[in-house]
């Protein structure tokens, strides 16, 4: 599995008592360290999980829990009641932790004895006891939780622990992500805008103002050296297509994205980021005639999709929420294959039940989303304060299902929103050179778009082919965020309802507060 998840560990804890004696407990300790064994082994969760005793009194649960707080490496808690164990003795470590937490109700034995079962064996294998209790008191006190059932070996079960794996280490991670704003974000765009101080107080997110002039500090010291050894680099991975432009501002183009690709590699390694915004009506000195004119002769756009292949979360004009929820995606995919990126809803094509919605930007879209070897071209782009040709990867993305997501500030809020789509292929488009994906909003083009846009949807979205709701809804559980979904079930009067439902609950909850 990819090296995110290798700082991380999930720690298992199990519950019991001392009521039915020593060996008992004995017992329930070998058990317990058997099955963390053999999911460890079984390949299919990415995080390790690391055993941590059985706890027997409320003292014990308390120690574990807050242990789990100031450990770093603890992403998050599994508990299992291997017996019954009385749930009152885990409320002052429930009140402690601050870590995701997952109850798995399950079994050390797939069946029972029938032969051989006898009281012993009834009191020693109470998980379908002890596991009601725990939950009862989990509830009780508004624990947030993912409950997973099921035999500890089956694969369906592992799979929905796994995903839940993948989302704590994004999560995790999240509290370790500073998102730098090379300027502000784009003028008069309301989802671009919204809170920072309650968007890093609820998720993680740190995310702060750098000015574009201490940007081009950097950029004014990459060396003709370090610029030609990434040419180089660019001529092995990418189809070189000189067009209009001609070679000679191609490969100047292209040398400026290089420069630009590598100062922003920099900052954002000395600065400690690993996600950042752009606006590309600021992009440093404004007389582009001067002497000493420092500045991107464009939005440096070769390097975003760059950056965002090696896990650089970005967001265009500005787009802070964005940019930190692609990083977290990022994480939550590790390993898996068909990659993920940054897309904007760019222009409608009506065409009956297949009705769809072409999905690019300007230039930033990630190539691990590609369908093949991309082209690396030059052409004019002219828009923001630089209308010049710029260097970009060029390609059109993966077929089949994957699902898109956005975070919106609704003010008393944060609201998730996420949607299953089908990338479908398009026609040539020749006259086209961007990156681009084209799908068909789920479960028809009328009603997913009409959901999104009821939910407040933003234009700007994280996407990705390999992980499905099931991440997300975990993801909004643990970071303690509204979560709508828009998937193939979904009919508008039941959703409108269901948004009608989630702002008395929000506004009935803030009010109890």
């Not at 460890?40 to 574990?64: H, L, R």
């Not at 369906?156 to 839940?164: E, G």
């Not at 079930?489 to 269901?498: C, E, L, R, V």
Request: some cysteine; aromatic content about 10%.
């Amino acid at each position: 599995m990819a090296k995110v998840f290798e700082q991380y560990e999930l720690w298992w804890v199990t519950g019991a008592q001392l009521l039915y004696g020593g060996d008992a407990v004995v017992k329930v300790d070998s058990h317990s360290k058997e099955m963390v064994e053999g999911l460890n082994a079984g390949g299919n969760i990415p995080v390790k999980i690391v055993y941590k005793g059985t706890a027997n009194s409320s003292k014990e649960v308390e120690q574990v829990m807050l242990a789990a707080n100031n450990d770093p490496k603890c992403a998050g808690i599994i508990t299992w009641m291997h017996t019954f164990s009385p749930a009152k003795m885990w409320i002052k470590g429930l009140q402690q932790l601050q870590k995701p937490l997952l109850h798995f109700h399950t079994q050390y034995n797939a069946e029972i004895p029938w032969g051989e079962i006898d009281m012993d064996f009834m009191n020693l294998n109470q998980s379908a006891h002890g596991d009601i209790e725990f939950g009862h008191v989990c509830t009780r006190m508004r624990i947030a939780r993912k409950v997973v059932c099921g035999y500890w070996k089956e694969a369906k079960v592992q799979k929905q622990i796994a995903v839940w794996a993948r989302v704590a280490a994004g999560v995790a991670d999240a509290h370790d992500v500073r998102c730098l704003m090379f300027g502000m974000n784009m003028n008069n765009v309301s989802v671009t805008d919204g809170d920072r101080v309650e968007f890093e107080q609820r998720m993680g997110y740190h995310v702060d103002y750098y000015p574009v002039s201490s940007l081009m500090e950097y950029y004014k010291k990459v060396s003709d050296a370090d610029t030609d050894a990434l040419i180089e680099e660019y001529k092995k991975l990418y189809t070189i297509k000189i067009d209009e432009t001609g070679e000679k501002v191609y490969w100047e183009k292209v040398r400026n994205a290089a420069r630009a690709e590598i100062a922003l590699r920099r900052v954002l390694k000395d600065k400690g980021a690993t996600a950042f915004t752009t606006n590309f009506d600021d992009l440093g000195d404004v007389d582009v005639d001067a002497p000493d004119f420092c500045g991107f002769d464009q939005i440096p756009g070769l390097a975003c999709q760059r950056l965002m292949e090696e896990g650089i979360g970005f967001g265009a004009e500005g787009y802070w929420k964005t940019a930190c929820l692609c990083r977290t995606l990022w994480v939550i995919s590790q390993g898996l294959p068909k990659g993920c990126s940054f897309l904007e809803d760019y222009t409608l094509n009506f065409a009956g039940d297949r009705s769809s919605c072409l999905q690019s930007h300007m230039l930033e879209v990630c190539p691990m989303i590609a369908v093949d070897k991309p082209k690396l071209e030059v052409h004019f782009l002219g828009i923001g304060i630089r209308k010049q040709p710029t260097a970009r990867l060029v390609f059109t993305s993966k077929t089949g299902p994957g699902i898109k997501a956005t975070v919106v500030d609704l003010g008393n809020r944060f609201r998730l929103i996420s949607q299953e789509v089908e990338c479908i292929e398009p026609r040539p488009m020749p006259k086209l050179p961007v990156a681009s994906a084209l799908w068909i909003p789920q479960p028809t083009f009328e009603i997913g778009a009409a959901a999104w846009i009821l939910a407040g949807g933003t234009h700007h979205s994280a996407f990705s082919y390999d992980i499905d709701e099931e991440y997300w809804e975990d993801f909004a559980e643990m970071t303690g965020i509204e979560y709508v979904r828009i998937n193939r079930q979904t009919d508008i009067a039941g959703f409108k309802q269901t948004l009608r439902n989630n702002e008395v609950y929000y506004m009935l909850n803030k009010a109890l507060k």
